[in-house]
Every structure is written in structure tokens, then in C-alpha cells.
């Protein structure tokens, strides 16, 4: 797991793209800097079975052509069954120790986390990343947490936790510094980019941001 891989993370699925293709998407959002992909199909209207597969592999084929990480939330089946590159957990999701056992040990594994217990409960679980959120209040998820901004990455940096980390939740080109500026690798997105008029153009402007933190 490389710590760039968490620069600008893209997490979509297709009711995320308000009725755009969601491939077209991605693609615009790769050539726009995005590093790191989730494929996260959820909500009114998600693509199950057969479809939910097909779109799977035509978004992997994606990422493959452009070295991009390819993640599945939540379902270990569809990820082994389209040779993902890892799968994504929250906390109500299944749990860590079955998730890896199914899993071949190459595989990432990131978890959501919440808390500074829970980020360290997934360290020693052996989660190679974790995404922190909500920092900011979002309408994309529906049962998200209580918003704890930034701060809470500042905390799980002063607990000594060095595991590699994104922000998730309500993040946009306004909020992204203060994210990384807390002490995260990068931020994960959903609608900034995916309903962006430009997907290309706001994965663009996200780097630029990281850039500012890097340099
Ligand atoms: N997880 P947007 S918030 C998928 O807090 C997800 O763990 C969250 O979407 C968490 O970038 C969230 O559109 C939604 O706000 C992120």
C-alpha cells in the first residue's frame, strides 16, 4: 500500500453520477489526477447482480489501464470475483478478521472509522488504510455519524497512529486543506467530482490543493 495511492480517492457508484455514464466519469476523474478508486454502488436505483458485476469490471478495466488501485465496498464476493485490487469496510459492515480470511494477502483492506478507538481497533487489525469521516455534513450517505470536522484526524495523529489516512464526508475544493492540514494522506470524495459539471476539472482542482501540502 503505497501512502500516495490516498492522494485524491474516488469513491462512485452509478446512482452517484445524477444520470451520467458512470465509466465516462471515472474516466474524466482519472485524467484529472484521481489516484485511488472505490466502487461504491448504493441507494435508490443501485445496479445489483449481473449488472452490478458488469459495471464492476468495466470500471476496474478503467483503473487497470491507468494503474489505479481498484477497491469494492463491502462486498468480498464481487471483489474476488473481478480480481479487485482490495475492499473497503465500515463498522457495521462484516467484520475485519472475516473479511481478511476470504481475501488473498496482497489484497487492501481499508475500514471506515469514526473515533480515535476505532482507528486504533483497525491498526490492530491490520487494516492498510482508514478513512475518517464524516468531517463535514454530506446528504450522499444517508446514516452517517455525528459531523467531528478535522479534528478528529488531529487526534488520531496525537494518539501516534501512523496508518496511512483520508478524510471522507462533505469534502469539496473549500474544506480539503483543512482535511490534509489535520494530518490526512488525502481526501476521499464522492459528489464533489461525481455530479462536478466537470468531473476532470474538480479531481484537477483537488490536486492542486494537495500539491499546496506537499510542496
Ligand atoms: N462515508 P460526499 S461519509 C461514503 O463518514 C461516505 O464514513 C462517510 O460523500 C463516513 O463526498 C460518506 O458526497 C459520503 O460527501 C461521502
Given at each position: 500500500m503505497k501512502r500516495e495511492?490516498?492522494?485524491?480517492y474516488f469513491v462512485m457508484g452509478s446512482t452517484d453520477c445524477?444520470?451520467?455514464?458512470?465509466r465516462v466519469v471515472l474516466q474524466e476523474a482519472i485524467n484529472g489526477g484521481v489516484s485511488f478508486f472505490q466502487f461504491r454502488e448504493k441507494g435508490r436505483g443501485a445496479k445489483v447482480g449481473?449488472?452490478?458485476?458488469?459495471?464492476?469490471?468495466?470500471?476496474k478495466e478503467i483503473c487497470k489501464r491507468h494503474d489505479i488501485p481498484f477497491i469494492v465496498n463491502d462486498d468480498i464476493e464481487l471483489a474476488l470475483e473481478?480480481?479487485?485490487d482490495g475492499v473497503h469496510i465500515g463498522q457495521e459492515d462484516t467484520p475485519f478478521s472475516m473479511v481478511a480470511e476470504r481475501l488473498t494477502p496482497e489484497m487492501i483492506i481499508g475500514v471506515s472509522c469514526h473515533t480515535v478507538e476505532e482507528a486504533a481497533a483497525a491498526v490492530d487489525d491490520g487494516a492498510d488504510y482508514i478513512g475518517?469521516?464524516?468531517?463535514?455534513?454530506?446528504?450522499t450517505k444517508k446514516d452517517i455519524r455525528e459531523v467531528k470536522g478535522p479534528e478528529v484526524i488531529r487526534e488520531i495523529r496525537h494518539a501516534g497512529l501512523t496508518v496511512p489516512?483520508?478524510?471522507i464526508g462533505g469534502i469539496d475544493a473549500g474544506n480539503a486543506l483543512d482535511v490534509l492540514e489535520a494530518g490526512a494522506d488525502g481526501v476521499a470524495v464522492i459528489s464533489a467530482i461525481s455530479k462536478a459539471v466537470s468531473a476532470f476539472e474538480a479531481a484537477e482542482?483537488?490536486?492542486r490543493i494537495h500539491n499546496i501540502v506537499t510542496k
Open positions: 495511492w490516498l492522494n485524491l445524477d444520470g451520467r455514464d458512470p449481473m449488472e452490478k458485476k458488469k459495471l464492476a469490471r468495466e470500471l473481478v480480481e479487485a475518517v469521516g464524516p468531517m463535514y455534513f454530506t446528504t489516512i483520508v478524510g482542482e483537488f490536486c
